[in-house]
């Protein structure tokens, strides 16, 4: 058996900056995320006006509840959606003018029901260029509260941003939201304000914010469920293999850990304990039908093993994953059908027949770092894959390739 130890959940890593940042008192980061995304949230931090302190394994914030200490600023906030999203509602609590803008990549990708949120709240948000996109500016002047409606259908970051804002608002914040996409995410929101003195009650999608403010303390980041799927995904597919990921277990806070119930159905052996996750292969893959709802960004890792299982494989109800770093549904089908695979797509699903992939092929990446790590699994199967940027992969896990290889190569 392998034990893998998965580098720190972004998720996580991002929400808790917000935090570190809002609370009162120096906030302590245990086993932070080092990637592209994290540092270049840590430095908007920075740009801002809050101090932020980083040692290996620890990052240190010292939190400003009253809002940036930088009256104004540029944030560059490179291709992260949590950073081109939660930083702008932060500074929307504060006082000064701030200015936003992304990579191409993330300017491409939406914004608009946050913008409108944040709108119907009083905070002066201008989109600068294309309505609804980075680059945009927020003429602070701190945020009273009130009830509003929300849209989370396309990313479930708009509601998190807006429930973080929550505690730094004069009154308090009732937010209805009509649709919500990966709602174990929103999950993850709850329980983490919590840990830093939040109080929110929710009455179905009703979620109401009381104006308290958050408090500093020492926090621990568990590791990256939606990264340890790759490594999941390897250990199903191949015949005699097993991987533990110490971290993950019955108390993790992330949803994107249900991925191996899904490996679990299509007949891989997985145990789940207090400390840590073991996937086991089988010998066998079985085809199936699954919605991926709410752990959409383990399509592609499904995808990527689809092919060996012994039927087709259906993945339902994942539009939202047509909006992310690229079109990951398109992504998954373009480079499957240039491995030789059938496979039928539509607005919100895809479904892949058996077959064997055949290469060589080099994998059309669009700079996702997502589409890389899945189809490096394919390559398990399937000599002669080879990626147009390997290199993306180090928005969440700039060390992948080596740790992958590693993984591959343990008897």
């Known amino acids: 058996m392998t034990v893998i130890d998965i580098p720190g959940s972004k998720s996580v890593t991002a929400r808790a900056l917000f935090l570190a940042a809002a609370a009162e008192g120096t906030t302590t980061l245990l086993g ?7 540092e270049g949230f840590a430095e908007g931090l920075a740009a801002l006006g809050y101090e932020v302190r980083r040692e290996p394994g620890a990052w240190h914030i010292e939190g400003r509840p009253d809002g940036p200490g930088a009256d104004t600023a540029e944030v560059y906030c490179r291709d992260g959606a949590t950073t081109a ?41 201008r989109h600068l260029e294309k309505e609804g996109h980075h680059p945009l500016a927020v003429h602070a002047h701190g945020v009273k509260g009130g009830a509003l409606t929300l849209d989370a259908g396309q990313s479930s970051q708009y509601l998190t941003a807006l429930l973080m804002l929550g505690p730094l608002t004069a009154e308090g914040l009732d937010i209805t939201v009509t649709d919500l996409v990966s709602e174990p995410y929103v999950e993850i929101t709850l329980a983490m304000m919590r840990a830093f003195g939040a109080e929110i009650a929710q009455d179905g999608r009703t979620y109401r914010v009381a104006p308290t403010g958050y ?85 592609p890792t499904l995808a990527a093993i689809a092919p060996f299982a012994d039927g087709p494989v259906r993945i ?53 770092h997502r589409i890389v ?8 199967r399937t000599p002669g894959i080879t990626f147009d940027d390997p290199g993306c992969v180090k928005k969440t896990f700039p060390d992948f390739h080596r740790v992958f290889d590693a993984f591959v190569h343990t008897p």
Not at 91 to 114: E, N
Not at 229 to 254: D, H, K, M
Request: glycine fraction near 10%; proline fraction near 6%; charged fraction near 20%.
């Open 32 to 38: 932070p995320l080092v990637s592209d995304d994290t």
């Open 85 to 125: 999203r939660f930083l702008p509602t932060l500074v929307a609590a504060g006082r000064g003018t701030y200015r936003f803008d992304a990579s191409a990549q993330m300017r491409g990708r939406p914004l608009g029901p946050l913008s409108t949120a944040l709108r119907t709240l009083g905070v002066d948000l």
């Open 215 to 299: 408090r500093a303390r020492t926090y621990g980041i568990e590791p990256d469920a939606s990264t340890a799927s790759y490594f999941f995904a390897a250990a199903a597919l191949e015949p005699g293999r097993s991987v533990t990921v110490p971290g993950l277990g019955t108390g993790a806070l992330q949803g994107d850990l249900a991925f191996v119930d899904v490996l679990r159905r299509m007949g891989a052996d997985v145990e789940i304990t207090g400390t840590g996750t073991t996937v086991r292969s089988t010998g066998t893959l079985r085809g199936l039908t699954v919605n991926m709802r709410d752990i959409s960004d383990t399509m």
């Open 316 to 368: 339902e109800d994942v539009a939202n994953t047509r909006v992310k770093e690229c079109d990951r549904l398109d992504a998954c089908a373009e480079n499957l059908r240039r491995l030789g695979i059938t496979v039928r797509t539509g607005p919100d699903w895809i479904e892949i027949h058996p077959g064997t992939p055949a290469g060589p092929v080099e994998i059309a990446t669009h700079g996702d």
């Open 373 to 380: 790590m899945s189809f490096a699994v394919t390559a398990l």
